[in-house]
């Protein structure tokens, strides 16, 4: 056996379930796609209370403290709730990037030995009776007694597991980028019929950039000419926007694992 357990994916997931079993003493080893731990775009931009719990009860909270900013954050359907009151130790949110939290997750992870073979897919998998034989793209193979894919929405572990992803088709449709832009846009957040749309400061000049689209159903990869569109959809100009840093479209679709389990091959995230 290579390893106990080989977890697919180097996200927030993968990486929390590799110190988790280290720390009860499995062997495990992670493959990422990734040949570093960086990140295009911020992604999710902070952790809500009951995550900086799950990382205190590992020590480490004070690693993700001490680079973000703690802010109330909670809310529902609109609505703030402010959890200042609550009895925990960390009644607050906390203001951090994907790529911040990702950075220091990993270093924690590398502190535990967790191997993590980078630059490498999972191309497919055969399982038997005692383990699993994971095929990666440079052409080698590992093996271990169970697998887990941390491998996110279109999970090719999933996919290669049989396992079905019910749910609904989505009736919404956003892009969200980081870019430059030539005119001053109305900062902050706006509501209208189309949806929900703002526009914030970053560093370095770029503007992040979020805006529903009119339209649901677009295929493939967003395009700076389909936030162009958007923009002047909601605004009537686009201001002038250009060089994206990262552009990205989600949607409201809701989808589920049937199952989470096959044989020896997990999903998890």
């Not at 977890?7 to 929390?16: E, F, K, R, S, W």
């Not at 703690?70 to 009895?87: E, K, Y």
């Not at 992870?109 to 005692?130: K, M, S, W, Y």
């Not at 090719?156 to 009736?171: H, L, Q, Y």
Request: glycine share 12%; proline share 3%.
């Amino acid at each position: 056996m290579d390893a106990d357990v080989i977890v697919v994916g180097a996200g927030p997931t993968g990486l929390m379930l590799a110190g988790e079993l280290r720390l009860a003493g499995i062997d495990v080893a992670i493959v990422e796609r990734r040949a570093g731990q960086d990140l295009t775009g911020s992604r999710s931009r902070g952790l809500h209370s009951r995550t900086i719990e799950v990382l205190d009860q590992r020590g480490i909270a004070d690693r993700f403290l001490s680079e973000g900013q703690v802010a109330q954050v909670a809310g529902f359907a609109g609505t703030r709730l402010d959890i200042s009151g609550f009895p925990t130790r960390h009644p607050y949110g906390l203001a951090l990037l994907q790529k911040d939290f990702e950075r220091i997750l990993a270093g924690w992870v590398d502190e535990l030995h967790v191997p993590i073979h980078r630059e490498r897919d999972v191309t497919g998998f055969v399982q038997d009776a005692t383990g699993v034989d994971v095929q990666l793209s440079d052409g080698t193979s590992m093996r271990a007694n169970y697998l887990v894919g941390c491998d996110g929405g279109r999970s090719v572990v999933r996919k290669a597991a049989g396992i079905e992803f019910p749910g609904w088709e989505p009736t919404t449709s956003t892009l969200i980028a980081e870019v430059h832009l030539a005119e001053e846009p109305q900062w902050g957040v706006h509501d209208d019929a189309i949806g929900r749309h703002a526009f914030s400061k970053l560093e370095g000049g770029l503007v992040g950039v979020l805006v529903t689209e009119r339209h649901v159903g677009h295929t493939g990869e967003p395009t700076l000419r389909d936030l162009s569109e958007a923009l002047v959809a909601v605004w009537g100009t686009d201001y002038g926007v250009h060089s994206p840093t990262s552009l990205t479209r989600f949607t409201d679709m809701a989808r589920q694992a049937a199952a989470y389990r096959a044989g020896r091959v997990l999903l998890a995230g």
